[in-house]
């Protein structure tokens, strides 16, 4: 099955949907629904104020007028630094009392996806054929390491460890 991005999309919203449910099935959580979803609206109107720039920026906190935003980068903050202005008066015709904006920079780590190498699967006789060929090659200070390593690597599949 191929993804692309309306099925990501797609799974991204089923995500959402489901942990939205969640959330308002328990009562501690429900408590704080009205808070996410304002703080929610808040990043996505500073987005449509400053699409470049916000998709890298977070809200960290929005509390008695002051708006506190997340940064990866400083010059991305310096930047947004010079577009403050524009983005408290967009806000504020949208209905957002913002006295004040703080940047923080704060380094973030990029997700890392690893795919778990596949192991090779090497049939019986494939594994015969590399001991055959260990007991073969020349004993020489060139074929040593060579030698060794194929040896390792029967023992460890006839031990199965892959």
Request: glycine share 4%.
């Amino acid at each position: 099955m191929r993804f692309n991005s309306s099925n990501n999309i797609a799974l991204a919203r089923r995500t959402a949907v489901g942990a939205t449910d969640f959330l308002r099935r328990h009562d501690k959580m429900a408590a704080l629904m009205p808070a996410v979803e304002r703080m929610a609206r808040l990043q996505k109107d500073c987005a449509e104020c400053l699409p470049a720039m916000f998709k890298y920026c977070e809200i960290l906190a929005f509390e008695d007028g002051q708006l506190t935003l997340s940064l990866p980068t400083t010059a991305l903050a310096a930047k947004l630094k010079q577009q403050l202005p524009k983005l408290q008066e967009t806000l504020a015709r949208r209905g957002w009392q913002v006295a004040n904006v703080r940047l923080k920079v704060q380094m973030t780590k990029p997700a890392q996806i690893k795919e778990k190498m596949r192991a090779l699967e090497l049939p019986g006789a494939a594994v015969e054929a590399f001991d055959q060929l260990s007991a073969t090659l020349e004993p020489s200070p060139q074929n040593t390491a060579l030698i060794d390593a194929v040896k390792a690597m029967v023992a460890r599949r006839r031990a199965g460890g892959g």
